[in-house]
């Protein structure tokens, strides 16, 4: 099976930038559909963005600002973050399913692999 490791958290000043890594060994990634969520204290886990074959999707939330690519070379995906606001703090995560989830993308339980989370901090 896959393993998911997440790194490139950080502490940013709203208004900067950050690039997060999903790093994927024991597997090939590239046949993997990957999503990037997240997670506030108190709050439910949200879709932040997925990239399923060539195709990708965004929250409404980070539309405009987040990217999502992957890099099959590298066995890796990236989520780059622009114009970061206080309320993109929290936990991050990666996650990876096998199949093609167009219609169910935004939900965490599509996915079977997730990676143990990078922690963004978004200071006002």
């Known amino acids: 099976q896959v393993q998911l490791a997440e790194s490139g958290g950080g502490l940013v000043q709203a208004g900067g930038s950050l690039r997060l890594s999903c790093a994927a060994s024991?597997?090939?990634?590239?046949?993997?559909?990957v999503g990037w969520f997240r997670q506030a204290p108190g709050s439910e886990r949200e879709f932040v963005a997925a990239i399923i074959g060539g195709a990708t999707y965004y929250g409404d939330s980070v539309k405009g600002r987040f990217t999502i690519t992957r890099d099959n070379a590298k066995n890796t995906v990236y989520l780059q973050m622009i114009s970061l606001k206080p309320e993109d703090t929290a936990i991050y995560y990666c996650?990876?399913?096998?199949?093609?989830?167009?219609?169910?993308?935004?939900?965490?339980?599509?996915?079977?692999?997730w990676g143990q989370g990078t922690q963004v901090t978004v200071s006002s």
């Open positions: 024991g597997r090939t990634l590239s046949p993997y559909s």
């Open positions: 996650a990876a399913d096998r199949s093609r989830p167009y219609g169910t993308y935004r939900s965490a339980g599509t996915y079977d692999y």
